[in-house]
């Protein structure tokens, strides 16, 4: 695992891009270019994730000769932390272009320490470990923060199931869920609440195994949420 550490006098972009550390997405090849990311240890004792890409783009109306993808998922990031949603907190973002006008790009985060992804949640037996109450609060709990993120008109555009992460603290009735979400590099905003809404929900239950009760209690603690039915969610 890579070391992080630095001093006020170095450029953070090339600092960063120097860093290594052990590869958690190795890089790969799409979008014209190529984006991995390493897991390194800052001498502060955080555990970052750097996200590194080269000519990795994206075009959009606003940007039609392309920006860089890091770019976009931290601009999801910070507006959904800003709403409450569960999601890293970025310490670096910065995209540049060398002498081939080429962009180099670079998004810092913190590691969500002690989240793991909801499928290994499940598959370790948490739920069963913490009660049918918790699950309820757990489904609830990444109910509201769904609701949060459309009704701030942000959608997640990649809601896999995979994307999702859980932490449960404290035991017996003290015991807590936390949810966080990842993989922000399609976030955007949509021009109402409700678009943004059946985007994410219905991708979300193409790609969950809840059951069909969880699936409805969820909704139903959505829609309480969001503040109002959304026809075809059911």
Same mark, same amino acid.
């Given at each position: 695992?890579? !070391?992080?550490?630095?001093?006020?006098?170095?450029?953070?972009?090339?600092?960063?891009?120097?860093? *290594?550390?052990?590869?958690?997405?190795?890089?790969? $090849?799409? *979008?014209?270019?190529?984006? +991995?990311?390493? *897991?390194? #240890?800052?001498?502060?004792?955080?555990?970052?994730?750097?996200?590194?890409?080269?000519?990795?783009?994206?075009?959009?109306?606003?940007?039609?000769?392309?920006?860089?993808?890091?770019? @976009?998922?931290?601009?999801?990031?910070?507006?959904?932390? @800003?709403?409450? $949603? /569960?999601?890293?907190?970025?310490?670096? %973002? /910065?995209?540049?272009?060398?002498?081939?006008? #080429?962009? @180099?790009?670079?998004?810092?985060?913190?590691?969500?320490?002690?989240?793991?992804?909801?499928?290994?949640?499940?598959?370790?037996? +948490? @739920?069963?470990?913490?009660?049918?109450?918790?699950?309820? !609060?757990?489904? #609830?709990?990444?109910? !509201?923060?769904?609701?949060?993120?459309?009704?701030? *008109?942000? #959608?997640? =555009? %990649?809601?896999?199931?995979?994307?999702?992460?859980?932490?449960?603290?404290?035991?017996?009735?003290?015991?807590?869920?936390?949810?966080?979400?990842?993989?922000?590099?399609? +976030?955007? !905003?949509?021009?109402?609440?409700?678009?943004?809404?059946?985007?994410?929900?219905?991708?979300?239950?193409?790609? =969950? =195994?809840?059951?069909?009760?969880?699936?409805?209690?969820?909704?139903?603690?959505?829609?309480?949420?969001?503040?109002?039915?959304?026809?075809?969610?059911?």
């Amino acid at each position: 695992m890579g !070391q992080a550490v630095l001093t006020e006098s170095e450029n953070e972009f090339e600092y960063f891009w120097a860093t *290594r550390g052990e590869w958690v997405e190795p890089p790969n $090849v799409r *979008r014209g270019g190529e984006s +991995g990311v390493q *897991r390194v #240890q800052a001498d502060d004792g955080r555990l970052l994730y750097v996200k590194r890409q080269t000519g990795h783009i994206y075009r959009s109306v606003l940007h039609p000769f392309g920006r860089p993808t890091v770019l @976009r998922e931290r601009d999801a990031l910070e507006g959904l932390r @800003r709403l409450g $949603v /569960g999601a890293p907190q970025t310490v670096f %973002c /910065g995209a540049e272009r060398d002498e081939k006008l #080429q962009w @180099r790009a670079l998004l810092v985060t913190e590691a969500l320490v002690g989240y793991e992804p909801i499928e290994d949640w499940y598959a370790a037996g +948490g @739920r069963e470990r913490h009660g049918e109450a918790l699950h309820d !609060q757990l489904l #609830q709990t990444l109910a !509201q923060n769904l609701a949060r993120m459309h009704r701030g *008109r942000w #959608q997640h =555009s %990649c809601l896999y199931i995979k994307h999702v992460f859980v932490r449960v603290t404290g035991e017996g009735e003290q015991a807590v869920a936390q949810v966080a979400l990842l993989d922000l590099e399609k +976030g955007r !905003q949509r021009l109402t609440a409700r678009r943004a809404a059946l985007h994410d929900i219905k991708q979300l239950r193409r790609h =969950s =195994s809840f059951t069909a009760p969880d699936w409805e209690k969820f909704i139903y603690f959505y829609q309480t949420a969001f503040g109002s039915a959304l026809k075809g969610l059911e």
